[in-house]
């Protein structure tokens, strides 16, 4: 059976960060990443493409290319994780032993919670999309340039998710490109959330609130779409709270919507017996909030997305969280288990907010809502130097220097 010092679970922006930390830090140790898919995506770029603003050449490159050098690549898929043991096995039957692990295969976009949304997205003339299908992004593009007015529908879920501000940023965005195409004034926008706010910190939910108002978007708050009539183009939704339920709101008619299903944890951590058995983040991995180390296994780690931890999931977070367990694991090798692990991590993400094209927020934050700012400036104020960083800049620090350990 093949062996490895670090075996990492995914070659996304968690795992490819995480093993070119480890690699510069600690050159001798063998580590090997277990990812099945030959391409990398950038997927902050997804909103962006979809509305026909970035360049496409951002949104992905051959997997070969990320793998940091020094490290192998398994191209396979984890089917269970063997704690006890040391040892993953994969779907094609091998087995894999390791003295380290980092989790991080992301999580899994449950399509299949909304009743008809799956046969909603694969029919490519009905009006609805959703830019967290990666098929689905020429669908939105295409569906926004040819509408010519009626009721647009924007929808965001309940439970944890990646990137819990893109279905704002693509409403808005949408909004202007109808406002350029000269429909807006014939078209009606709806925002669906199971929320009572527009934005989970008090200041920043302040600032879309005034957006969303006065681009004249109505918010249907506390509601949640359950199941898509699409013979009847008809969103059907469900109250989130008792007062919400007393309004008795059903059905929604579309003429367009873009939504945004739940997503979950990876079957495989719940199967490996890694999760939360409870709770908010029943499923997710189960791990130490600060050194992200699992609660049990002192060897297995968590980044990503897949981690069940008390802030937002983000490319952000994910890079940082690398950072945490990459330092952490070379130094549980330095020095053994008994020392305490030297960096904790203090749920710094950063899900950027769109105001309109050109302008962006940055809610840089920790865990409970702290402000965790990197830029001396007032952070509830839209900046065009933001759009051009997330437009230009970002993309180019993601490719050559953070993927390579460098940021
Ligand atoms: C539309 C959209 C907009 C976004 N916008 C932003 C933004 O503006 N800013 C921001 O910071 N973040 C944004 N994000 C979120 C960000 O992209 C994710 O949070 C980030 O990619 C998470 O990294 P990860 O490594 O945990 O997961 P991923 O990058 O998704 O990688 C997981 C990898 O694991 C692999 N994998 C899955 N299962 C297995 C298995 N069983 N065995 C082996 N490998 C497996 C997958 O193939 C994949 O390559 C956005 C996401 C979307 C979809």
């Keep these: 059976m093949k062996g490895f010092d670090v ?18 830090s600690s050159p001798k140790l063998s580590v090997t990443i277990i990812e099945p898919s030959g391409n990398h995506f950038y997927q902050p770029a997804f909103t962006f493409i979809a509305a026909g603003l970035m360049n496409p050449q951002h949104i992905a490159r051959p997997m070969s290319d990320v793998i940091p050098e020094g490290c192998a690549w398994i191209r396979d898929t984890v ?37 008809g949304l799956p046969d909603a997205l694969n029919d490519r003339r009905h009006p609805v999309c959703s830019i967290y299908d990666t098929t689905n992004l020429k669908k939105f593009s295409e569906l926004f340039s040819q509408f010519i007015g009626g009721t647009v529908v924007f929808s965001m879920p309940s439970g ?21 195409a000269g429909v807006r004034e014939v078209t009606r926008m709806i925002y669906v959330t199971p929320y009572s706010s527009l934005f989970a910190v008090e200041g920043f939910s302040q600032t879309m609130t005034e957006v969303v108002r006065k681009r004249g978007i109505d918010v249907l708050f506390e509601h949640e779409i359950a199941k898509i009539d699409l013979r009847n183009q008809t969103l059907h939704v469900a109250p989130s709270t008792e007062a919400a339920a ?10 367009l919507a873009h939504v945004t299903p739940r997503m979950k944890a990876p079957q495989m951590i719940a199967e490996s017996n890694l999760h939360h058995q409870d709770g908010y983040f029943q499923n997710w991995m189960n791990v130490d909030p600060q050194t992200l180390q699992h609660q049990k296994f002192i060897n297995i ?15 952000t977070g994910a890079r940082a969280q690398a950072e945490v367990v990459a330092e952490n694991i070379c130094f549980l090798f330095k020095k053994g288990a008994q020392a305490p692990l030297p960096r904790k991590y203090d749920g710094y993400t950063c899900c950027p907010l769109i105001t309109e094209i050109g302008r962006i927020i940055h809610p840089e934050l920790g865990y409970e809502g702290k402000l965790l700012s990197k830029i001396p400036l007032n952070p509830f104020v839209p900046r065009k130097s933001l759009w051009v960083y997330n437009t230009s800049l970002l993309p180019k620090l993601y490719w050559n220097f953070m993927l390579k350990g460098l940021l």
């Design 301 to 315: 780690f968590a980044a990503g997305d897949v981690a069940g931890l008390p802030t937002m999931k983000t490319a």
């Design 160 to 180: 944890p998710l990646k990137c819990p501000s893109a279905s704002l940023k693509i409403m808005i965005l949408a909004d202007d490109l109808l406002r350029k």
């Design 246 to 255: 007393q309004r008795n709101i059903k059905t929604i008619k579309y003429d």
């Design 79 to 115: 089917s269970v994780i063997d704690a006890e043991q040391n040892q993953i096995h994969l779907s094609g039957g091998e087995k894999i032993l390791y003295k380290a692990l980092i989790v991080a295969p992301g999580l899994s976009v449950d399509f299949e919670s909304i009743a």
């Design 7 to 24: 075996v990492i679970i995914g070659g996304g922006t968690a795992g490819i960060c995480a093993a070119a930390r480890i690699k510069r």
